[in-house]
Each structure stands twice: as structure tokens, then as C-alpha cells.
């Protein structure tokens, strides 16, 4: 079974703390991706990366950046948190794409609030 | 412009009764894919189906099909025989040409009543 985690549900910070969100694929899949999730805004993505060290700016990347040191891991990192930044964060991975059907494989999602 | 655009920010349905959520896009590629996807309130995106562009059929997976019109640039999801379980948001998704990013629309909340 597909497994994407997510180190943690919910999470509390300050604003100015530096975050670490970090994401887990066991499926061997070369891309991973983070996306926040806002009411009436869907999901936009931040960043995502197709190879180990590799990594691409998607739509909002401003104030975030991305490790990929190793394939089955992503991090989010918030450098200095602001209030602006309260979202879900969700990551996803999929298989470099050989048919067009391979879907993205979601993890539960992170709840960060920053006070 | 959207590339995806999700016009109903919230449905109701009767359960049993069958429901269609609107999903139009914008894209010049020939070639892409159309994705739609399920998020209860527990926040995991669930993959339900999904059409490629030049797929004569439309797709159907259980429940779900997907109402294709290429000329009208339109996906429209039809759920079947609604249940309870089916109340959540559900979003459409395109992924153009070979690339590996999916676009999401704002998506629309769902709920099955009694």
C-alpha cells in the first residue's frame, strides 16, 4: 500500500521561528511536491523536486524553501514564520510520468497556525 | 485566467440520488490529463478518476464517471447513488503536456443528506 507521511498534524509556532515540515514517501517515486491548501484558493503549489537535490519554485514559493537530500524525503522549510503563512500544507510524490494516468499520492496534511 | 475552474463552491444531494460537479479548464496542449479528487474532513486527498485528452472514452471507476466534452473544455464528475461517506471536498486537477505539476481548482464542498 502507497504511503506518504507527514511528520506531524497539527503544529503551533511562533511568528519569526523557523518551521520544519517534512515529508516521507515509501514508493521509490522520483517527484514529490508541497502544496497549501487556503478556503476558496484550492491547493497552489510551493515547491516541487524530481530528483534527489533537484528542486523547482511552483506558483507561491516566497518565504519557503525545500531539501531533498534523500528520494523518499522532503522538507518545507519556513525560514521565518508569519502569521500569513497559517495553512494546511499538504505533500504529495508520483513516478517520473511514463503514462499520463499516474496520480499523486497524498500525505494526511499539516495544520501549521502561527501565532 | 483559471486553468481550472470550479463554479459551485458547495452542492447538496439527497442520498441515492446522483450529482454532477462542474469542472471547466484552459489549456493550448493537445496533450493532458484531468484529475479529480476526494478530501474528507480528516484533509487526505484521495484519488477518485481520471481522463487524458485524447481518451475516447470517457472514464469510470464505481460510482464515479467523468462527463468529458473536449470541445467544451469540460470534466464534469458524476457521482452515483450518493451515500453519506461521499459528503467532502472534491477538487479537479489537470497536468498538461508531459509535465509532472497538477493545477487544482478551488474546489467544491459536498454533502449528502437523509
Known amino acids: ?115 | 485566467a483559471q486553468k481550472i475552474t470550479q463554479t459551485q463552491p458547495g452542492m447538496f444531494v439527497q442520498e441515492k440520488e446522483a450529482v454532477t460537479l462542474d469542472c471547466t479548464y484552459d489549456t493550448s496542449d493537445q496533450s493532458y490529463g484531468l484529475f479529480w479528487y476526494k478530501q474528507p474532513s480528516s484533509g487526505e486527498m484521495i484519488f477518485l478518476i481520471y481522463q487524458g485528452s485524447y481518451d475516447e472514452q470517457n472514464a469510470t471507476e464505481g460510482r464515479y464517471s467523468l462527463n468529458f466534452q473536449k470541445a467544451r473544455k469540460s470534466a464534469n464528475l458524476v457521482i452515483s447513488a450518493s451515500q453519506l461517506g461521499d459528503s467532502a471536498m472534491y477538487f479537479c486537477a489537470m497536468r498538461e503536456g508531459g509535465g509532472n505539476k497538477l493545477t487544482f481548482g478551488t474546489g467544491t464542498q459536498l454533502k449528502v443528506e437523509l
Open chain 1, 1 to 115: 500500500d502507497v504511503k506518504v507521511t507527514q511528520s506531524s498534524r497539527y503544529l503551533v509556532k511562533r511568528t519569526g521561528e523557523k518551521v520544519f515540515l517534512e515529508c516521507v514517501q515509501d514508493m521509490d517515486h522520483e517527484n514529490m511536491f508541497w502544496y497549501r491548501q487556503d478556503p476558496g484558493l484550492g491547493l497552489r503549489l510551493i515547491y516541487f523536486s524530481y530528483d534527489v537535490k533537484m528542486k523547482e519554485k511552483g506558483d507561491i514559493p516566497e518565504g519557503y524553501s525545500v531539501s531533498r537530500e534523500k528520494k523518499e524525503r522532503f522538507s518545507l522549510i519556513l525560514e521565518s514564520a508569519s502569521t500569513n503563512q497559517t495553512s494546511m500544507y499538504l505533500c504529495a510524490s508520483s513516478s517520473r510520468t511514463s503514462g499520463r494516468e499516474e496520480t499523486q499520492y497524498f500525505g494526511p496534511g499539516t495544520r501549521l497556525l502561527v501565532l
